[in-house]
C-alpha cells in the first residue's frame, strides 16, 4: 500500500548515520528522479539536471573537502556551540554510495521565461521544489537522504564537471537505511528544536 503523503512528510529525516551501506537499485533510483523531474517550474522552464556520482574515488575526494570544511566550522564556532556540534555527524558519502548533484541553470527557458519577470529567483525556487520531490518520493520508497552542504561551490563544480552557468545546488547523499530517525539529529542533539506551528502561522498580516 502508498505511503499516505502525510505519513511521508512525517518520516521524512536528512539521513546521515542510518545508510545500510547497500547501493540504492537503479530502478528504484530512476522513480525517484523522475518524481523530482515531474516538480512544478516556472515557466515550465525545468532549470535542474542530476548528476549521479557513484564512483569511490570521487566521493572520497568530496568527502575530504567536506571533512575540512567540518573542522573550519566548527573552530569558527563558541566553545559551548562547538561542543553541540561535536557529536553530529553532517554527511553519509561513502556509507550511502551514491551522490545526486542537483543543478541549476538559470538561463533555461530562454530570456523571457513566463512567471519570472519581477522575481527571478523563482528559477532557483523550482529547482529547490524538484529536490522536495525527490526527498519525498525517496522516503516513500524507504530510502534515505541527506543534504550535504559544507562545500566550495568552485571545487564541486570542478569535481562534477560543469560547464559555465551551470550551478551546484545540492550533493544529495541516496541510499537505503535501516531505519528514519524519530526524531531529526539537530533536535535530537540539542542543536535547534522545531518552532511550533502557532509561531509560524499569522493571519492577515505579519505580526512578530
Known sequence: MR???YDV???RRDVRAEFTGEIVADA???RILDAAHRAPSVGNSQPWDFVVVRDRGTLEKFAGHVADKRVA???SLPPERARTFEPIKIEGIIESGTGIVVTHDDGRG???VLGRATVPE???YSTILAIQNLWLAAT???IGVGWVSFYDEPFLTELTGLPPGIRPVAWLCVGPVHEFQE?????RFGWRARRPLTEAVHWERFRP
Open 28 to 30: 528504484t533510483l530512476l
Open 140 to 142: 516513500a520508497e524507504n
Open 110 to 112: 530562454g530570456p523571457q
Open 183 to 187: 526524531v531529526p539529529d539537530l533536535e
Open 122 to 124: 523563482t528559477g532557483l
Open 3 to 5: 505511503a499516505d503523503i
Open 73 to 75: 566550522f566548527r573552530e
Open 9 to 11: 512528510i512525517r518520516r
